[in-house]
């Protein structure tokens, strides 16, 4: 688990790479924070090596792309 969220699952590969899979599927905004911030945090960490959100709604498939660029261009 994260600091602020525990993480649906951890799981690893074949060649030991581990990765986190949060399952929210009618996530709100304030949820997908929430879940971004903490596999950010567990990738920050070299937890894991790669995160996945799966998810669904129309506000945030509105807003998707806009949220993804906001965080690149913040690390």
């Known amino acids: 688990s994260s600091i602020s969220h525990e993480v649906d699952h951890i799981g690893q590969n074949h060649q030991g790479k581990k990765f986190a899979l949060e399952i929210e599927w009618n996530n709100k ?3 997908f924070d929430r879940d971004f911030v903490a596999i950010r945090g567990l990738y920050e960490t070299r937890a894991i090596e790669l995160g996945i959100i799966i998810t669904r709604g ?18």
């Open 29 to 31: 905004d304030e949820f």
């Open 58 to 75: 129309e506000g945030l498939e509105d807003h998707i792309k806009k949220k993804v660029l906001k965080y690149f261009r913040r690390i």
